[in-house]
Structure formats: C-alpha cells, structure tokens
C-alpha cells in the first residue's frame, strides 16, 4: 500500500469519502492498524490515560510522544502518522511550538502535528506549516483544557459556545491546517463547521456530519469494559479475552500443564542424559 498524504487526505472531502483515523502508541498496534488498511493514526497524547495512568494528559511530555510516534512509525507502511504536542509544548510562542514541532517529525518521524485551540492556537499553526509541516488542528472538548473547562464536557451547546468552535475551526484552516479534529460537540455543528471548512473534519463524539471518524485503538477495542461513554462504539471486547487468555496461562504454569514436550527443546536423548548426569 503506498503511503498516504495530506493530499489523499484533503482530496477524500472533495471525493466524499470517509477518513479513518485511530491512535495507536507502540509497534504491536501499529502493525495491526496498518494490516486493517486506516488512512491515519495518531499517537494521542491519551496516551498519559490509556497507557501510563494519569487521570488527564496534562501530565505527557514532549519526549514521551517523541519516543511513541518513533516505535509506532516503525510499524506503519500505509497510514498518515500524526503525533500530538502535549500540553506546554507550543502555548508558549509560535518559535516553541515550530522547534517543538519539528522535533516531533525529526526524532519521532511524524509526518504531521496536532495542536488544541482554536484561534488562540492559529499563530503557533501558521508558523509551523510556514516551515514545511503540516498539521491538524482540534477545537471543541481539548482535553488539555481540562481545567479550564470544569471537566471532560461537551463544548459548544451554547451559542456563544458554538460560535466560538466555528471561528475556531476556521481560524485553524486559515493558518494552514489541512484538517481539524471536533471532539465532543453536538452532531449538528460539526456538521456545519464540516460544511463551512474546504479542509476535512475528523470527528469523535461529533456525530455522522464530520468528514472522517477517530477512536481510541483500545477504547474501540473495548481493553477497558468499564469504559462507556455515549460517543463509543466497541467493536472487540478484548478486555474478557486478554483477561480469559492470562487466567488459562495462569492456571497451566501452576498445573505444570505448560510448557508441554512441544514447547521444550531437547538437546539429547533421555538416554544419553542419564548416562551423562
Ligand atoms: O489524544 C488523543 O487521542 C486525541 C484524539 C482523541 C482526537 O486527541
């Protein structure tokens, strides 16, 4: 399969099909997201939640997404791989964020960036698409806003609030975003954002009206069944196969019933073993 671009990418909108995006965080998920054939994959700065534990991503650092984007890279062929700046690493300057953004792509070989924010984010975009790298914007519920927010809520229901994430997300594709992440906002406005923006919109809990669809790889992979929220479809629940599978290996190794003869190697004869000790 021959990589996919930014330009396959923004051509999908105007051909009306549909853009596949799931994070994946190491090699093994990165293999197997590439096998189904997606068109990108982000290595999320979810990964503070869904990998080390934290409550929130505000914790993830710069070389925590560098040293992700760099085992996932290794397991693509096809998809479009987009690393996250974690929380700090551009809010500070549109120079922070393009050497931040640059490290993603050199050391962590990304081939596009995202940043949270909307307008107030568009200088620190349009300085590093300036430089040659493209990114993703996302507006709506960024979760680095956590604080800010009061919480991981839906945004926009107000119209204030929904003004502001459609001048947000048009101030992101005016700085040079060549798509937009709209996460947690009511089906309605994405979809008019979508119909508004000549750029593609990837949608999570953003209802059918964006252009392309982004999952957390272990959320849809139902790792974790306590996890239930409105906007998540599972397609697995591997959290009773993981879980049933390590009980089994458990349960051998105590019986002795694992490893059998065709998991060990023999060297010698029984025989000759006897002879020799
Ligand atoms: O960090 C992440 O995984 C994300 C997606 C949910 C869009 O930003």
């Given at each position: 399969?021959?990589?996919?671009?930014?330009?396959?990418?923004?051509?999908?909108?105007?051909?009306?099909?549909?853009?596949?995006?799931?994070?994946?965080?190491d090699f093994t998920m990165a293999r197997l997201v590439d096998k189904a054939g997606?068109?990108?994959?982000?290595?999320?700065?979810?990964?503070?939640?869904?990998?080390?534990?934290?409550?929130?991503?505000?914790?993830?650092?710069?070389?925590?997404?560098?040293?992700?984007?760099?085992?996932?890279?290794?397991?693509?062929?096809?998809?479009?791989?987009?690393?996250?700046?974690?929380?700090?690493?551009?809010?500070?300057?549109?120079?922070?964020?393009?050497?931040?953004?640059?490290?993603?792509?050199?050391?962590?070989?990304?081939?596009?960036?995202?940043?949270?924010?909307?307008?107030?984010?568009?200088?620190?975009?349009?300085?590093?698409?300036?430089?040659?790298?493209?990114?993703?914007?996302?507006?709506?519920?960024?979760?680095?806003?956590?604080h800010a927010m009061g919480g991981f809520k839906v945004q926009g229901r107000s119209d204030a609030g929904a003004q502001a994430v459609m001048r947000?997300?048009?101030?992101?594709?005016?700085?040079?975003?060549?798509?937009?992440?709209?996460?947690?906002?009511?089906?309605?406005?994405?979809?008019?954002?979508?119909?508004?923006?000549?750029?593609?919109?990837?949608?999570?809990?953003?209802?059918?009206?964006?252009?392309?669809?982004?999952?957390?790889?272990?959320?849809?992979?139902?790792?974790?069944?306590?996890?239930?929220?409105?906007?998540?479809?599972?397609?697995?629940?591997?959290?009773?196969?993981?879980?049933?599978?390590?009980?089994?290996?458990?349960?051998?190794?105590?019986?002795?019933?694992?490893?059998?003869?065709?998991?060990?190697?023999?060297?010698?004869?029984?025989?000759?073993?006897?002879?020799?000790?």
């Amino acid at each position: 399969m021959a990589a996919i671009t930014v330009q396959d990418i923004r051509r999908k909108k105007g051909a009306g099909e549909k853009i596949v995006m799931v994070t994946a965080y190491d090699f093994t998920m990165a293999r197997l997201v590439d096998k189904a054939g997606v068109d990108m994959v982000l290595v999320g700065d979810s990964l503070g939640m869904v990998v080390q534990g934290h409550e929130d991503t505000l914790p993830v650092t710069l070389e925590e997404v560098i040293y992700h984007t760099r085992a996932v890279a290794r397991g693509l062929t096809g998809p479009h791989l987009v690393a996250d700046m974690p929380f700090m690493s551009y809010q500070l300057s549109p120079e922070q964020a393009l050497a931040n953004a640059g490290r993603l792509v050199k050391e962590g070989r990304a081939q596009s960036v995202k940043l949270e924010g909307g307008e107030r984010t568009a200088p620190a975009v349009a300085r590093i698409v300036e430089a040659g790298i493209p990114v993703v914007g996302h507006v709506g519920l960024t979760p680095q806003s956590v604080h800010a927010m009061g919480g991981f809520k839906v945004q926009g229901r107000s119209d204030a609030g929904a003004q502001a994430v459609m001048r947000g997300a048009k101030a992101l594709e005016e700085a040079g975003a060549f798509c937009v992440v709209l996460e947690g906002i009511p089906a309605d406005l994405a979809a008019a954002v979508t119909a508004s923006l000549a750029v593609p919109t990837v949608g999570i809990g953003a209802g059918a009206g964006a252009d392309g669809q982004v999952l957390v790889c272990t959320d849809l992979l139902g790792f974790d069944l306590s996890f239930t929220p409105r906007f998540l479809k599972r397609y697995a629940e591997l959290e009773t196969t993981i879980v049933g599978a390590f009980q089994t290996y458990a349960a051998e190794v105590r019986a002795g019933t694992f490893p059998g003869p065709e998991h060990a190697f023999q060297r010698r004869s029984p025989q000759e073993i006897k002879r020799l000790y």
